[in-house]
């Protein structure tokens, strides 16, 4: 049995959140972290995970605490890979003699650009499998790890990079995520998305087909793997019973591509009643009436859709695969349902226009929908438009991830990229004036006004309210 730590890094709430968002913001649970843990522990290895988002704990307790294992695993972000270096550097120079071992989304598509900053192993791609055999052959003080697919590490003479692992599939042999290893109470839903708290989360699927140019696919693949009917319902439950969820959030954006699994997963949340209000991301082009029936009908409230642009032309250019009559009859579609809906908007994309992003605001207005978020585009390592980015418009930081901490996407407090014709103060203001003719027009105003019917509804939309001037006052 090897003991081994799970770790995300240490952040200050005013590093992750500006512009007011950190009064309405989310706290996820690190589930990939989670799986992880239940996978090994599953295996018969001691597991402990430490939040350093939902606990900031100081990178030098972590120290203290990280001599007692044998391996240590951080989760890398491209958005805080500069807090990874920090504490690859504290355990490297402390008393730390375990080996050091990231994973994530940044490492999946830099291997080396942490290897070289001190990482022992770095797990390329689904982490569970990797991290297993990796720990079991740690544990026998093995020397060569070129057997194990999924991982890139440092020898004399550079790096060694294997073989591409293939995708765990039934996805059932993921045990549920060590939740128990989790603060669960410091976990929060934003008041955008969660009516009640406290909201839990979780997946259902992983991998997806969609071609977008923003998103990196290379860590689940693009094929759509989904946990069980039943799975997924006993995990609904035991959110509900276990942790006390008055809400919950799925948040894989796949749940509703497949009509029959949707359709059977929502039967028995209502046949066994859930009873408590729960949400889903989709695509446009993954709901029908069928559906979204199904999904009202087992109580869910809340539904998030990418639309991104109100531009064809850059809908057409990130891939996107839907048109703007799409959007509008699934929106129309969706509120004839009677589900509410949340918006997703892109500003700042490559080769986007001054004139695009009005029609992006243009037609979210149109929409109408309950909730739109203005989200500045960032570049992705790994993605198409990370090297659109590289090749037009005002990219000054091309490796941003080793320099700053970046905020959430919604309030940031400037762009890492710039398109050609605009500048950077002109892409802010007019980010901070799409949410301010959004939210402050006088048909949104009494809709919100009309919807206040308890001291809960009060004081979301106060929460609400604060995040919306924190965003006018900033400059």
């Known amino acids: 049995m090897s003991r081994v730590l799970l770790i995300v890094p240490p952040l200050q709430p005013d590093e992750l959140y500006s512009r007011g968002s950190k009064s309405s913001a989310s706290i996820i649970p690190p589930l990939g972290l989670g799986y992880i843990a239940a996978y090994l522990m599953k295996h ?15 990178m030098e307790e972590i120290c203290e605490i990280a001599v007692a294992y044998d391996v240590v695993g951080v989760t890398a972000l491209s958005t805080y890979v500069k807090r990874v270096i920090e504490l690859i550097h504290t355990l490297k120079t402390g008393a730390v003699e375990a080996p050091v071992v990231v994973g994530g989304p940044h490492v999946t598509a830099l291997p080396e650009s942490l290897l070289i900053r ?35 590490y440092r020898t004399g003479n550079g790096f060694v990079k294997t073989d591409r692992r293939l995708p765990i599939d039934p996805l059932d042999q993921v045990p549920m995520p060590a939740r128990e290893l989790l603060p669960m109470s410091k976990y929060c839903s934003s008041i955008a998305r969660a009516s009640e708290q406290p909201s839990h ?100 409230t809340y539904i998030a859709y990418g639309i991104e642009s109100g531009s064809q032309r850059i809908l057409d250019s990130i891939n996107k695969r839907i048109t703007k009559s799409q959007i509008r009859s699934v929106v129309s579609l969706t509120r004839d349902v009677g589900i509410a809906m949340r ?102 105003l009494i809709r919100k006004l009309a919807g206040l019917r308890s001291f809960a509804d009060i004081r979301i939309a106060a929460q609400g309210a604060l995040t919306l001037i924190g965003n006018f006052k900033s400059r």
Request: net charge negative.
């Open 44 to 58: 018969g290895h001691e597991c402990r995970i430490i939040d350093g988002i939902a606990t900031p704990v100081p």
């Open 118 to 152: 001190g990482a022992d192993f770095v797990v390329i791609g689904e982490g569970e499998d990797t991290m297993l055999e990796l720990v079991e052959a740690l544990a026998k003080n093995t020397s060569d790890f070129s057997a194990i697919r999924g991982l890139m």
């Open 201 to 300: 989360s979780l997946m259902v699927s992983r991998g997806c087909p969609g071609v977008c140019t923003f998103c990196n696919k290379r860590t689940f693949g693009v094929k759509t793997r989904r946990f069980s009917v039943d799975r997924v319902v006993e995990e609904f439950f035991a959110l509900r019973d276990i942790y006390g969820a008055k809400d919950i959030a799925v948040w894989d954006d796949n749940f509703t591509s497949d009509e029959n699994f949707v359709v059977e997963v929502c039967q028995r949340l209502r046949k066994e009643d859930l009873g408590v209000s729960w949400s889903v991301e989709a695509r446009i082009d993954c709901v029908n009436r069928k559906i979204l029936e199904a999904l009202r009908n087992a109580g869910c």
């Open 343 to 444: 918006g997703y908007f892109m500003m700042g994309i490559p080769t986007e226009t001054k004139d695009e992003i009005r029609q992006t605001l243009d037609f979210a207005i149109e929409l109408d929908v309950e909730l739109a978020s203005f989200t500045l585009f960032v570049p992705l390592p790994g993605t198409t438009e990370y090297q659109r980015a590289l090749r037009s418009g005002t990219f000054p930081d091309p490796e941003y991830y080793f320099n700053r901490i970046v905020p959430e996407f919604n309030f940031p407090d400037r762009p890492l990229y710039i398109p050609e014709g605009m500048t950077e103060k002109q892409l802010l203001k007019m980010h901070r004036h799409a949410y301010n003719r959004y939210y402050f027009r006088p048909s949104m």
